[in-house]
């Protein structure tokens, strides 16, 4: 079965500064699909960014980008210049690939971004 | 694009009623939807998918008798409770495929079953 590991219960960073949120998964499959959610207190899911497995190159989105590192089956954020609307809960996902659109989350890290 | 919308947003229900939240996509059409409940501090637990046409799969320890789906169209999905109890109190969340394995979450529904 397919786990995410997110280890990093909570994490605090100071405005402006930069921070990383760990993740982990355990899959069998060769091609698959990585996102990170962020849940902000409204607890409306807002997808932050997506990797597909088969890409090498790291996926950027404006100030957020990922660490995929597949042999370590590894996948961190980056959150750079953090604000404080950066602050929420952040979810790892895994989902297999097509066929079987399953996501599974992982635990959460909560981000607290200090002024 | 690629908007989910939930309905209600809230909801307060005496204990042994129904309760139905409705799950749309709006500007896409879902041939999957599924269905998380979240607790306080926790993650989302897959409850059970929902495709077109078709009858639910529901993960192992829910309740299909009691969390009734129906997937009537591709832009509509709903979660019946019935005989709602106050366990059931929780936060619903409907997410929708869109392109590219992408789900698409609705803003979810707080449930309180008095």
């Known amino acids: 079965a397919q786990t995410v590991t997110q280890s990093q219960p909570e994490m605090s960073v100071q405005e402006a500064e930069t921070v990383t949120l760990s993740c982990t998964y355990d899959?069998?499959?060769?091609?698959?699909?990585l996102f990170w959610y962020k849940q902000p207190p409204s607890r409306q899911m807002i997808l932050v960014i997506r990797?597909?497995?088969?890409?090498?190159q790291n996926a950027t989105e404006n100030r957020f980008s990922v660490n995929f590192q597949k042999a370590a089956k590894s996948f961190s954020l980056k959150i750079s210049d953090s604000q404080l609307g950066d602050a929420a809960m952040y979810f790892c996902?895994?989902?297999?690939?097509?066929?079987?659109?399953?996501?599974?989350f992982g635990a959460g890290t909560r981000l607290t971004v200090k002024p | 694009g690629a908007v989910v919308s939930q309905h209600p947003s809230w909801v307060i229900c005496k204990s042994g009623t129904s309760v139905k939240i409705e799950c749309r996509s709006l500007d896409f059409q879902a041939t999957t939807m599924f269905w998380y409940r979240q607790f306080p501090k926790q993650s989302l637990m897959l409850m059970a998918t929902?495709?077109?046409?078709?009858?639910?799969?529901?993960e192992q320890g829910v309740e299909k008798d009691k969390f009734l789906i129906n997937h009537a169209s591709l832009t509509l999905s709903t979660l019946t409770v019935t005989s709602a109890h106050p366990e059931d109190s929780s936060f619903y969340i409907c997410?929708?495929?869109?392109?590219?394995?992408?789900?698409?979450f609705g803003p979810g529904t707080r449930l309180l079953v008095l």
């Open positions: 990797q597909e497995a088969y890409k090498q």
């Open positions: 997410s929708a495929i869109g392109v590219s394995e992408t789900q698409y």
């Open positions: 996902a895994y989902i297999p690939p097509a066929g079987n659109n399953d996501m599974r």
């Open positions: 899959t069998s499959e060769s091609d698959y699909y």
């Open positions: 929902s495709n077109e046409g078709s009858k639910a799969t529901y």
